[in-house]
C-alpha cells in the first residue's frame, strides 16, 4: 500500500515537472486581458454616457495587462506559433487598447508613444504591428505631425505582407499603404515622391509574389496590379493580374476577367478594357460580372471617342435586368452625362429625371439634379437655373424629412446647401453645412463642407465666433488631413476647400 | 404479482429511498462520485498550471483542441467536458457507489444504522466485482449513444429524426431494467459477477417492470438538470466564465443524488420481489 502511494507521489512529480509554463502563463494572460475588455465593452455600451473616468479605469485595466505580461519581453521570446507567441499577442494587445483608449481619451501623445513601442518591441507580431503604425499613422495626423505619419505609411508599405504566420491573407494594409502614401504626397504636390514609392512598391511586392505560396499569390498579385496602375503601367498592371489568373479556380475566372477590365481601365488601357469586357460578359452574366463589365466597356469606349458604342453598353446594363441593382443609378447618370456632353440636352434632361423618378435617394439622383441647375447657368438661363435650384430644394427638403437614412441625410444634405449657395440664401445654407457635420463629424465632406460653414461665417459681422470655434474643432479632431491643414489657414475658401 | 402490483412497486422502492436517504447518513455513500467530479472539474478549469498540464494538456487537445487550456474557452466548453467526464466517472466509480449505496438501504431498511463509511468500504472491497457487475449496463448505453451518433448523418425523414432520440432512451431503460439487478446480487449477497449476470434472465419477472419504473422516473426528474452551457446564464456567464465551473460541480448533486435515490430503490426492490425469503420491510 505504502509503496502504491509512493508510487502515485513519483508519479505526480514526474507529471508536475512536465507542465508547460508558457500554457500558464497564455491562460493568466488571457484572463487579464477578458476582463480587461470586458470592462471596455460595458464603459462603451454606456456611449455618451461614459466618462472620462471609466475610460480612465479601462485604460488602467489594459495597462496592468501590459506591464503583468511585458511586451518587450514576450515578443522577444516568440520563435513559433505556440503558448509563448499568444502571450506576445495578447500582451501586444494589451499595450494597442491602452493606447486606443487613451486616444479616445483626447491623449493622442500618449496613444501615440505606446503604438511606437508595440513596433520597437513586436518583430514577431507583424499584424500587430501594422495595427499599431496604421493607429499611429492616424494618431499623429490628429496630432498635425504630418511627416510623421507619412513615415508610418512609408514603414507600413514597407513590410512583407506575408510575414503574419496567422494570417487568412496577405495583409491588405500594407499592400493599400504605397497607393494611400503616394496619393497623399501627390496631394502635396510631392510627384517625385509619390513616383518613387509606388516604384519601390512595385520591387518589393514582385519580390515577395516571386516568394509565396499559391494561397497568397491571388491577393499579392492584384496588389501589385493597383500599383502599377497607380504608376500608370498598363501592360505591367494587366500582367500582374494575369499571375494571379494562372493559378485561380475555374469559378473565379469571370471575377478576374472583370478585375481586368477594370485594371486597364484605372491603368489608361482603353482597348485592353473593351477586350477584357467582352471576355467577362461571355463567362458570367450576373450583375456582379456582366454589368460591371459592361460599365467598365462603356467608359472606355467614352475614352476612345466612341460615344455610340458607350451609350450602347449603358443601355445593355439598363435591358439586361429589370432591376439592374446599384448598377442602374451608375448607368443613368453616366450615360446623361455623355449625353450632355455630345449636346444632346433634352435627352440628357430626361436621363437625369428619369434618374430622380427611379432612384430618388441615390446620390448619384441628388448630383445629376445640380448638374442640370450647372447646365442652365452655363447656357445663361438664370431663371430657368433658379427654379430648377428652387424645385430642388423643396423635393430634397421633402426627403430628408421623411427619409432618415443616413447616405439620404449626408449627401441630400450637402447637396441642399450647395443649391442654397446658388440661390444666395448663404445664411441657410451655413446651417445646412453644419448640421450635416455634426450629423456626420467623421465624414471627410461633411468636414470640408464644416470649413466652408466656417468661411461663410466669417463674412458675417457676427459670426468671427463661430467661424474660429469652427475651425478650431476642425483642426483638433478632423479625421481628414487636408481639412486639417486647411483649417489651420485663415479662411478654408481661400485655400480651396469647397 | 400482477403488472400494477409490480409498478406500483417500483413506486414505492422510490419513494422509500427517497424517504431514507432524507433520514439517514446513505446520501454520504455517493459522496466519492461527486468528490471525484469536482476534482476533474477543478483540473479541467486549470489544467494549464504546470502542475497539471503535463498530463492534463495532451488529454483535452485530443479531446476538445488547444483552445480548450485557454480562458474563456476553457470554461465555456467546460459543460460539455463535465458531461463526458461524469460519464466516465459514472462508469468507474459509479458501481462503487451503487453498491455502498445498496448496502446502507439494505442496512437501514432492516432497522440497523446504516453507516455510509462501512458501507463504501465493504463496497471498496467488492469494487472489481461490481464494475463487472455493472458493464452489461454501461455497455448497453454505450452502445445505443454510439448507434444514434452514428445515425447523424444518415439521410433519414425530420419525424424518424425525431422520434429516434425518444426511441433510443426507451430502448435505454428498457435495457438498463434488463441489467439492474447483479450490481445488487454483488452488493447485497456476495455473488461471484459472472453469476449476477448469468441471472439477468431469472430478475426479469418480478424484476423488470420495478426496474423501469424506477430508471423512468429518475429520467423524467432529471430532465430539467442538463449540463448547462455557462451563456445559458446570461451575462454573469459572460461576465465570469468561471461561474460555468461552479455550476457544473454543482450540477453534479442532482445526478449524484439521482444515482442515490435510483440504488436506493433498486436495493428495496430487490429485497422485497427479488432476494430469496426476504419480504419488503
Same mark, same amino acid.
Given at each position: 500500500?505504502?509503496?502504491?502511494?509512493?508510487?502515485?507521489?513519483?508519479?505526480?512529480?514526474?507529471?508536475?515537472?512536465?507542465?508547460?509554463?508558457?500554457?500558464?502563463?497564455?491562460?493568466?494572460?488571457?484572463?487579464?486581458?477578458?476582463?480587461?475588455?470586458?470592462?471596455?465593452?460595458?464603459?462603451?455600451?454606456?456611449?455618451?454616457?461614459?466618462?472620462?473616468?471609466?475610460?480612465?479605469?479601462?485604460?488602467?485595466?489594459?495597462?496592468?495587462?501590459?506591464?503583468?505580461?511585458?511586451?518587450?519581453?514576450?515578443?522577444?521570446?516568440?520563435?513559433?506559433?505556440?503558448?509563448?507567441?499568444?502571450?506576445?499577442?495578447?500582451?501586444?494587445?494589451?499595450?494597442?487598447?491602452?493606447?486606443?483608449?487613451?486616444?479616445?481619451?483626447?491623449?493622442?501623445?500618449?496613444?501615440?508613444?505606446?503604438?511606437?513601442?508595440?513596433?520597437?518591441?513586436?518583430?514577431? $507580431?507583424?499584424?500587430?504591428?501594422?495595427?499599431?503604425?496604421?493607429?499611429?499613422?492616424?494618431?499623429?495626423?490628429?496630432?498635425?505631425?504630418?511627416?510623421?505619419?507619412?513615415?508610418?505609411?512609408?514603414? +507600413?508599405?514597407?513590410?512583407?505582407?506575408?510575414?503574419?504566420?496567422?494570417?487568412?491573407?496577405?495583409?491588405?494594409?500594407?499592400?493599400?499603404?504605397?497607393?494611400?502614401?503616394?496619393?497623399? %504626397?501627390?496631394?502635396?504636390?510631392?510627384?517625385?515622391?509619390?513616383?518613387?514609392? +509606388? #516604384?519601390?512598391?512595385?520591387?518589393?511586392?514582385?519580390?515577395?509574389?516571386?516568394?509565396?505560396?499559391?494561397?497568397?499569390?491571388?491577393?499579392?498579385?492584384?496588389?501589385?496590379?493597383?500599383?502599377?496602375?497607380?504608376?500608370?503601367?498598363?501592360?505591367?498592371?494587366?500582367?500582374?493580374?494575369?499571375?494571379?489568373?494562372?493559378?485561380?479556380?475555374?469559378?473565379?475566372?469571370?471575377?478576374?476577367?472583370?478585375?481586368?477590365?477594370?485594371?486597364?481601365?484605372?491603368?489608361?488601357?482603353?482597348?485592353?478594357?473593351?477586350?477584357?469586357?467582352?471576355?467577362?460578359?461571355?463567362?458570367?452574366?450576373?450583375?456582379?460580372?456582366?454589368?460591371?463589365?459592361?460599365?467598365?466597356?462603356?467608359?472606355?469606349?467614352?475614352?476612345?471617342?466612341?460615344?455610340?458604342?458607350?451609350?450602347?453598353?449603358?443601355?445593355?446594363?439598363?435591358?439586361?435586368?429589370?432591376?439592374?441593382?446599384?448598377?442602374?443609378?451608375?448607368?443613368?447618370?453616366?450615360?446623361?452625362?455623355?449625353?450632355?456632353?455630345?449636346?444632346?440636352?433634352?435627352?440628357?434632361?430626361?436621363?437625369?429625371?428619369?434618374?430622380?423618378?427611379?432612384?430618388?435617394?441615390?446620390?448619384?439622383?441628388?448630383?445629376?439634379?445640380?448638374?442640370?441647375?450647372?447646365?442652365?447657368?452655363?447656357?445663361?438661363?438664370?431663371?430657368?437655373?433658379?427654379?430648377?435650384?428652387?424645385?430642388?430644394?423643396?423635393?430634397?427638403?421633402?426627403?430628408?424629412?421623411?427619409?432618415?437614412?443616413?447616405?439620404?441625410?449626408?449627401?441630400?444634405?450637402?447637396?441642399?446647401?450647395?443649391?442654397?449657395?446658388?440661390?444666395?440664401?448663404?445664411?441657410?445654407?451655413?446651417?445646412?453645412? %453644419?448640421?450635416?457635420?455634426?450629423?456626420?463629424?467623421?465624414?471627410?465632406?461633411?468636414?470640408?463642407?464644416?470649413?466652408?460653414?466656417?468661411?461663410?461665417?466669417?463674412?458675417?459681422?457676427?459670426?468671427?465666433?463661430?467661424?474660429?470655434?469652427?475651425?478650431?474643432?476642425?483642426?483638433?479632431?478632423?479625421?481628414?488631413?487636408?481639412?486639417?491643414?486647411?483649417?489651420?489657414?485663415?479662411?478654408?475658401?481661400?485655400?480651396?476647400?469647397? | 404479482?400482477?403488472?400494477?402490483?409490480?409498478?406500483?412497486?417500483?413506486?414505492?422502492?422510490?419513494?422509500?429511498?427517497?424517504?431514507?436517504?432524507?433520514?439517514?447518513?446513505?446520501?454520504?455513500?455517493?459522496?466519492?462520485?461527486?468528490?471525484?467530479?469536482?476534482?476533474?472539474?477543478?483540473?479541467?478549469?486549470?489544467?494549464?498550471?504546470?502542475?497539471?498540464?503535463?498530463?492534463?494538456?495532451?488529454?483535452?487537445?485530443?479531446?476538445?483542441?488547444?483552445?480548450?487550456?485557454?480562458?474563456?474557452?476553457?470554461?465555456?466548453?467546460?459543460?460539455?467536458?463535465?458531461?463526458?467526464?461524469?460519464?466516465?466517472?459514472?462508469?468507474?466509480?459509479?458501481?462503487?457507489?451503487?453498491?455502498?449505496?445498496?448496502?446502507?438501504?439494505?442496512?437501514?431498511?432492516?432497522?440497523?444504522?446504516? $453507516?455510509?463509511?462501512?458501507?463504501?468500504?465493504?463496497? +471498496?472491497?467488492?469494487?472489481?466485482?461490481?464494475?463487472?457487475?455493472?458493464?452489461?449496463?454501461?455497455?448497453?448505453?454505450?452502445?445505443?449513444?454510439?448507434?444514434?451518433?452514428?445515425?447523424?448523418?444518415?439521410?433519414?425523414?425530420?419525424?424518424?429524426?425525431?422520434?429516434?432520440?425518444?426511441?433510443?432512451?426507451?430502448?435505454?431503460?428498457?435495457?438498463?431494467?434488463?441489467?439492474?439487478?447483479?450490481?445488487?446480487?454483488?452488493?447485497?449477497?456476495?455473488?461471484?459477477?459472472?453469476?449476477?449476470?448469468?441471472?439477468?434472465?431469472?430478475? $426479469?419477472?418480478?424484476?423488470?417492470?420495478?426496474?423501469?419504473?424506477?430508471?423512468?422516473?429518475?429520467?423524467?426528474?432529471?430532465?430539467?438538470?442538463?449540463?448547462?452551457?455557462?451563456?445559458?446564464?446570461?451575462?454573469?456567464?459572460?461576465?465570469?466564465?468561471?461561474?460555468?465551473?461552479?455550476?457544473?460541480?454543482?450540477?453534479?448533486?442532482?445526478?449524484?443524488?439521482?444515482?442515490?435515490?435510483?440504488?436506493?430503490?433498486?436495493?428495496?426492490?430487490?429485497?422485497?420481489?427479488?432476494?430469496?425469503?426476504?419480504?419488503? #420491510?
Amino acid at each position: 500500500m505504502r509503496r502504491g502511494a509512493l508510487l502515485v507521489l513519483a508519479a505526480g512529480a514526474f507529471a508536475a515537472g512536465c507542465g508547460d509554463p508558457a500554457l500558464w502563463a497564455r491562460w493568466r494572460s488571457d484572463r487579464a486581458i477578458y476582463h480587461a475588455q470586458a470592462l471596455e465593452r460595458r464603459v462603451l455600451a454606456k456611449g455618451s454616457r461614459a466618462q472620462d473616468a471609466d475610460l480612465a479605469r479601462v485604460e488602467a485595466g489594459f495597462a496592468a495587462v501590459a506591464a503583468d505580461f511585458p511586451t518587450s519581453r514576450w515578443a522577444a521570446a516568440v520563435n513559433d506559433t505556440g503558448p509563448v507567441h499568444d502571450v506576445a499577442l495578447t500582451s501586444a494587445r494589451a499595450t494597442f487598447e491602452q493606447a486606443a483608449t487613451a486616444a479616445r481619451r483626447g491623449a493622442d501623445e500618449r496613444a501615440a508613444a505606446l503604438w511606437a513601442g508595440i513596433e520597437a518591441a513586436d518583430a514577431g $507580431l507583424p499584424g500587430m504591428v501594422v495595427a499599431s503604425r496604421l493607429a499611429r499613422a492616424r494618431a499623429l495626423v490628429r496630432l498635425g505631425r504630418y511627416d510623421e505619419s507619412l513615415a508610418e505609411w512609408a514603414g +507600413l508599405a514597407e513590410m512583407d505582407p506575408i510575414a503574419d504566420p496567422r494570417r487568412a491573407a496577405p495583409s491588405a494594409e500594407v499592400l493599400d499603404a504605397p497607393l494611400v502614401l503616394a496619393s497623399e %504626397l501627390r496631394s502635396r504636390g510631392r510627384d517625385a515622391a509619390a513616383d518613387s514609392v +509606388l #516604384r519601390r512598391a512595385d520591387g518589393h511586392l514582385s519580390a515577395v509574389l516571386a516568394r509565396a505560396t499559391n494561397d497568397d499569390r491571388p491577393a499579392l498579385a492584384d496588389g501589385l496590379s493597383r500599383v502599377r496602375a497607380a504608376r500608370r503601367d498598363a501592360p505591367g498592371a494587366l500582367a500582374a493580374l494575369r499571375l494571379a489568373l494562372r493559378g485561380a479556380p475555374n469559378w473565379e475566372i469571370p471575377q478576374f476577367a472583370e478585375e481586368l477590365a477594370a485594371r486597364a481601365l484605372e491603368a489608361g488601357a482603353p482597348e485592353s478594357v473593351v477586350a477584357y469586357s467582352r471576355w467577362a460578359v461571355s463567362l458570367d452574366d450576373t450583375r456582379r460580372v456582366a454589368g460591371n463589365a459592361w460599365i467598365a466597356a462603356a467608359r472606355a469606349w467614352t475614352r476612345l471617342g466612341q460615344p455610340d458604342s458607350a451609350l450602347a453598353d449603358y443601355d445593355a446594363v439598363l435591358s439586361r435586368w429589370i432591376d439592374p441593382g446599384s448598377l442602374g443609378p451608375v448607368a443613368r447618370f453616366e450615360r446623361a452625362m455623355l449625353l450632355e456632353e455630345l449636346g444632346e440636352w433634352e435627352r440628357a434632361h430626361a436621363e437625369y429625371l428619369a434618374l430622380q423618378a427611379v432612384y430618388p435617394t441615390q446620390p448619384l439622383s441628388f448630383e445629376g439634379a445640380r448638374r442640370v441647375v450647372d447646365y442652365y447657368q452655363s447656357q445663361n438661363q438664370h431663371d430657368l437655373a433658379r427654379l430648377a435650384a428652387q424645385g430642388e430644394v423643396a423635393i430634397l427638403d421633402r426627403l430628408r424629412a421623411s427619409n432618415r437614412d443616413p447616405g439620404v441625410q449626408r449627401n441630400g444634405g450637402r447637396v441642399r446647401a450647395e443649391l442654397l449657395l446658388f440661390l444666395g440664401r448663404d445664411r441657410e445654407a451655413e446651417d445646412a453645412l %453644419l448640421t450635416t457635420w455634426r450629423s456626420f463629424p467623421d465624414d471627410s465632406t461633411s468636414e470640408a463642407g464644416a470649413l466652408r460653414a466656417a468661411a461663410l461665417a466669417a463674412r458675417r459681422p457676427d459670426g468671427a465666433a463661430l467661424a474660429d470655434s469652427i475651425r478650431a474643432a476642425l483642426r483638433r479632431s478632423a479625421a481628414s488631413a487636408t481639412v486639417r491643414r486647411a483649417a489651420g489657414a485663415l479662411d478654408g475658401a481661400e485655400v480651396g476647400v469647397h | 404479482m400482477t403488472f400494477w402490483e409490480l409498478v406500483a412497486l417500483g413506486l414505492l422502492a422510490c419513494g422509500r429511498a427517497i424517504r431514507t436517504a432524507f433520514r439517514s447518513a446513505v446520501a454520504l455513500t455517493w459522496l466519492p462520485m461527486l468528490a471525484l467530479q469536482a476534482l476533474v472539474i477543478l483540473a479541467l478549469a486549470v489544467a494549464a498550471h504546470p502542475l497539471l498540464s503535463g498530463f492534463m494538456a495532451p488529454l483535452l487537445r485530443a479531446v476538445s483542441g488547444d483552445d480548450a487550456l485557454r480562458y474563456p474557452q476553457g470554461f465555456h466548453r467546460l459543460p460539455a467536458l463535465a458531461a463526458q467526464a461524469w460519464f466516465f466517472g459514472a462508469a468507474i466509480v459509479g458501481p462503487l457507489c451503487t453498491g455502498a449505496a445498496a448496502r446502507a438501504f439494505a442496512a437501514s431498511g432492516a432497522g440497523r444504522p446504516a $453507516l455510509a463509511g462501512t458501507a463504501l468500504l465493504e463496497a +471498496l472491497r467488492r469494487w472489481p466485482s461490481l464494475w463487472l457487475a455493472a458493464l452489461p449496463g454501461a455497455l448497453v448505453v454505450v452502445g445505443l449513444d454510439a448507434a444514434l451518433a452514428q445515425l447523424a448523418g444518415v439521410r433519414i425523414s425530420g419525424p424518424t429524426r425525431a422520434l429516434l432520440p425518444l426511441l433510443a432512451g426507451g430502448l435505454q431503460i428498457a435495457a438498463q431494467a434488463a441489467c439492474f439487478f447483479p450490481p445488487m446480487l454483488v452488493a447485497l449477497e456476495d455473488l461471484n459477477p459472472f453469476v449476477a449476470i448469468a441471472r439477468i434472465p431469472s430478475t $426479469l419477472e418480478h424484476g423488470f417492470v420495478p426496474a423501469a419504473v424506477v430508471l423512468l422516473l429518475v429520467a423524467a426528474v432529471m430532465q430539467p438538470f442538463g449540463w448547462v452551457a455557462p451563456w445559458a446564464l446570461g451575462d454573469a456567464g459572460h461576465d465570469l466564465p468561471e461561474v460555468s465551473g461552479v455550476l457544473a460541480v454543482a450540477q453534479g448533486l442532482p445526478h449524484a443524488a439521482a444515482g442515490l435515490i435510483a440504488s436506493g430503490a433498486g436495493a428495496f426492490a430487490y429485497l422485497a420481489a427479488l432476494a430469496p425469503g426476504e419480504e419488503l #420491510r
